[in-house]
């Protein structure tokens, strides 16, 4: 199924607006200078307020910690030819920078463009930069054209952030009214994550999320949003037949945390502790067991509960060995289906979807070794 036509989900029922920059609209924006005449009041800020993850390159940890100078902004983009580093410098610039640095920088941006209009990532730069500067509207040619050849991730996030602003703040287009605009924004959104899943760039998947996050707000794309974009890098695979109710079971539940991370989630049977933080974390409380099934895994056998959580829907998972020791721990929305063969290969995985949960840690899928279940640290690098 192609991402542009049919990514599957549900609307999140949780939250991650204390993990994300803050969403809506601003009701005191002053419109440009050189916008187009809005019919809206309301206008939409992406380029400038979602701060980009690039902690992961080398070049944007050598940021300075506060721009303060138009050659420090130029010495960043020349450091790099990642683009996701080119649009936080950008934005950064935009923030820190003092005011009399703006036209320096843009004129500076123009004439380095000027040198080369064949390289395509200075006009990128030049066109990013007049957006997040100025919200002028010839920003998007720039851009476009950059994208039409680049075709990253990162070209069409960015493309798709400039239409998304464009739209709202210089056509005046309304948050709930359907748009070409709206449209292509969703299909270069699609594009850029199928490109990534298909090439992993670090930083790309918590900078979407919180694009999608900004989208939110506008009702027009209520649809796309709530669709599970990780689908793009864990494809459903076959799973074993749904959870059926709830049975009776003698095997208790444990509330001891340091039970369940004494159990093997790492490699080469060393837990590995960031692992062991970032999928047993949420409380590890009994609760009524609403569901059970168990499973065979390359011919070891588990118990699979599903307990209830303080939130309706909301349900956590526990891996048991046949002896009854924990031996995973997570939460998810989807009740029936844990258990799936995503390789083909007739041996099943634990795949957590918890996308509509935590949209920054979407998909953990861990597979059965000798050392018991442990997280496929490459598919979990994929969200970093």
């Given at each position: 199924?192609?991402?542009r ?18 969403s ?10 050189t916008?187009t005449t809005?019919?809206?009041s ?12 690039v ?5 944007a940890?050598?940021?300075p910690?506060?721009?303060?100078t138009t050659?420090?902004?130029i010495?960043a ?29 843009l004129?500076s ?17 030049h ?9 002028n509207?010839?920003g998007?040619?720039?851009?476009r ?5 680049i075709?990253?991730?990162?070209s ?6 400039a239409e ?5 703040n210089?056509?005046?287009?309304k948050?709930?009214?359907?748009t070409?605009?709206?449209?292509d924004?969703?299909?270069?959104l699609?594009?850029?994550v199928?490109?990534?899943a ?7 998947w ?7 996050e ?9 649809s796309?949003?709530?669709r ?13 037949v749904?959870?059926k109710?709830?049975?009776t ?13 004494s159990n ?7 837990p590995?502790?960031s692992?062991?933080e970032?999928?047993v974390s ?15 895994f ?6 699979i509960q ?7 829907h909301?349900?956590?998972v526990?891996?048991l ?8 721990s997570?939460k998810t929305?989807a ?8 390789d ?24 059965y ?5 442990e ?10």
């Amino acid at each position: 199924m192609s991402i542009r036509k049919g990514m599957l989900g549900v609307l999140a029922a949780v939250s991650v607006a204390s993990l994300l920059p803050a969403s809506g609209f601003s009701q005191t924006a002053t419109p440009s200078t050189t916008a187009t005449t809005t019919t809206t009041s309301q206008t939409v800020d992406i380029l400038r307020s979602v701060p980009l993850e690039v902690k992961d390159y080398a070049s944007a940890r050598s940021f300075p910690e506060r721009f303060t100078t138009t050659e420090q902004i130029i010495n960043a983009l020349n450091s790099t030819p990642v683009l996701l580093v080119h649009m936080e410098a950008i934005r950064r610039g935009y923030h820190e920078l003092p005011i009399s640095e703006h036209e320096k920088l843009l004129t500076s941006l123009h004439k380095r463009r000027s040198t080369n209009e064949n390289d395509l990532m200075l006009g990128f730069d030049h066109g990013y930069a007049q957006l997040v500067f100025k919200q002028n509207k010839t920003g998007l040619f720039f851009l476009r054209k950059a994208n039409d050849k680049i075709q990253d991730q990162f070209s069409n996030l960015a493309y798709a952030m400039a239409e998304a602003e464009a739209d709202i703040n210089l056509e005046g287009a309304k948050p709930e009214e359907t748009t070409t605009r709206k449209m292509d924004v969703t299909y270069k959104l699609g594009d850029a994550v199928k490109l990534d899943a298909a090439k992993h760039q670090p930083g790309f998947w918590p900078s979407y999320v919180r694009v999608i996050e900004k989208l939110k707000p506008m009702p027009a794309y209520k649809s796309f949003t709530r669709r599970d974009f990780s689908l793009a890098y864990v494809p459903y695979g076959n799973s074993v037949v749904p959870l059926k109710g709830t049975n009776t079971s003698s095997i208790p539940l444990t509330n001891n945390s340091a039970t369940l991370l004494s159990n093997s989630l790492g490699t080469s049977c060393n837990p590995d502790e960031s692992a062991q933080e970032a999928n047993v974390s949420g409380g590890n409380s009994g609760g009524n067991i609403v569901a059970q099934r168990s499973a065979n895994f390359n011919g070891n056998a588990a118990l699979i509960q599903f307990t209830a959580t303080e939130e309706s829907h909301l349900y956590r998972v526990r891996v048991l060995g046949a002896a009854g020791n924990p031996m995973l721990s997570f939460k998810t929305y989807a009740l029936p289906n844990i258990v799936e063969d995503l390789d083909g290969d007739g041996t099943f995985e634990i795949v957590a979807r918890q996308y509509q949960y935590n949209p920054l840690l979407p998909a953990l899928v861990y597979r059965y070794t000798p050392c018991g279940f442990e997280l496929d640290k490459q598919i979990h690098e994929k969200f970093q």
